[in-house]
């Protein structure tokens, strides 16, 4: 009996282990960035010391959930916009610095190699990014396009379907970017054979090399837009595949 005591212990040790990278990143997400007065500025170590610390963690960990948070904490920066402390710098070039920063990081958190959960958990943050930051993912278009047409051509999950196409949606309908610089991007856009495993609608990319991926992109749109459940996204789907094809 007291030796099976002893095993149980063990194992209640092994269930409390935290780590100690996503506990940080909790906090961080949480209190420092969730609780800070919006009416004063973050202070200068969150730009200085701690932004470029979380960046280096996410173009480099596969970890899902240290992805998902990570993403969480680069949005409450993104909202944060002018309100970030300047040092010696305009409050808008760190805004903009920060926006072109996250911007990079996205391209680096949707690399083929993830897993499909953990790009999903990305989408909202280039969603944010597209609506406070547009110039930034203007200058990162293409790499923004290629990886959700990467990933459009091999998911299988659902939500990252409709979470790429969201975006691509945003980018549509902000009055900064809007559907010529989206149209003439995925022209211009290499697309890739298609896969054995790849089960995306639309046709595989590659079909029209002329077109680049729009032919595909928009085929994936009109199948995968009738399945949208969520008002608000379908009604921006539907919107803005409108101001593609017109």
């Known amino acids: 009996g007291g030796g099976g005591g002893g095993g149980g212990d063990d194992d209640d040790d092994d269930d409390e282990a935290v780590d100690p990278l ?39 960990t596969s970890d899902r959930e240290t992805i998902r948070l990570g993403a969480s904490c680069l949005c409450r920066f993104v909202r944060r916009g002018g309100q970030l402390s300047a040092g010696g710098s305009s409050a808008s070039a760190v805004a903009m610095a920060v926006a072109d920063q996250c911007c990079e990081a996205v391209v680096r958190m949707m690399r083929p ?49 409709q979470g790429a196409l969201l975006a691509l949606a945003l980018m549509t309908l902000s009055p900064n970017l809007g559907p010529d610089l989206l149209v003439s991007s995925l022209a211009r856009l290499p697309t890739r054979p298609p896969t054995a495993s790849s089960g995306a609608p639309g046709g595989a990319p590659g079909a029209n090399t002329a077109a680049g991926a729009l032919p595909f992109v928009l085929g994936v749109w009109v199948e995968s837009t009738g399945e949208v459940l969520e008002p608000h996204a379908a009604k921006a789907l539907l919107l803005a595949l409108l101001e593609l094809v017109s």
């Open 113 to 161: 190699s993830l897993s499909e959960p953990a790009v999903e958990g990305v989408l909202p943050l280039l969603g944010l990014l597209v609506c406070h930051a547009p110039s930034a993912v203007a200058a990162h278009c293409d790499a923004l396009l290629s990886a959700l047409v990467g990933w459009l051509q091999s998911a299988r999950l659902f939500g990252l379907t």
């Open 22 to 60: 996503l506990a940080a990143l909790e906090l961080l997400d949480s209190v420092v960035l969730g609780c800070w007065p919006r009416e004063h500025p973050l202070p200068l170590p969150a730009t200085s010391a701690v932004l470029p610390a979380l960046l280096r963690v996410l173009r480099s």
